[in-house]
T-cell receptor
């Protein structure tokens, strides 16, 4: 059973639209949830983290967490071509020392 | 400032040869450190993590090993590389608020 699951995509949205990325996780003890952006050939870059149920907004990015449904999502408003990348969802273990990553969703923003 | 370094950036090695990848962090002490591998088109696989000098936890049994000889140094090694060891090797460290940040990575090709 995979710890973290994401739709691999590819997901294509037009410039200016909202991109919605989804992630589910299996460990109910997980406390911290992360979204990373990875450009081709580069290392992952942390863009959002969320600990509590509800929404967390940072600029054009909003992370949403529903622990009851074991579901995390990332919304990107006013999508730009520079947002084209693979987005990785990650959760930590209930011990807090280990992190589990999804396989990523490839996003393409079409100018 | 806090930074994480990895070297080499790229490496091409023949099957059966040894491997040594190095990761160092600056601007912090006693960080949690992690080694991940990302195979082509796949997600991040946690290989090892360390909570302190000489303390290594292995996630996946294979022909790789890790060591932490100094507080801010984490080394990934192999005595004999396999073709399946090819991938993008990423070192990461744990910062405040349980957030994990990645180094620039080492791209390893085993021929």
């Amino acid at each position: 059973q995979k710890e973290v699951e994401q739709n691999s995509g590819p997901l294509s949205v037009p410039e200016g639209a909202i991109a919605s990325l989804n992630c589910t996780y299996s460990d109910r003890g997980s406390q911290s949830f992360f979204w990373y952006r990875q450009y081709s050939g580069k290392s992952p870059e942390l863009i959002m983290f969320i600990y509590s149920n509800g929404d967390k907004e940072d600029g054009r990015f909003t992370a949403q967490l529903n622990k009851a449904s074991q579901y995390v999502s990332l919304l990107i408003r006013d999508s730009q071509p520079s947002d084209s990348a693979t987005y990785l969802c990650a959760v930590n273990s209930n011990t807090g020392n280990q992190f589990y990553f999804g396989t990523g969703t490839s996003l393409t923003v079409i100018p | 400032s806090q930074t994480i370094h990895q070297w080499p950036a790229t490496l091409v090695q023949p099957v059966g040869s040894p491997l040594s990848l190095e990761c160092t962090v600056e601007g912090t002490s006693n960080p949690n450190l992690y080694w991940y591998r990302q195979a082509a088109g796949r997600g991040l696989q946690l290989l090892f993590y360390s909570v302190g000098i000489g303390q290594i936890s292995s996630e996946v049994p294979q022909n790789l090993s890790a060591s932490r000889p100094q507080d801010r140094q984490f080394i990934l090694s192999s005595k004999k590389l396999l073709l399946s060891d090819s991938g993008f090797y990423l070192c990461a460290w744990l910062k405040v608020a349980n957030t994990q940040y990645f180094g620039p990575g080492t791209r390893l090709t085993v021929l």
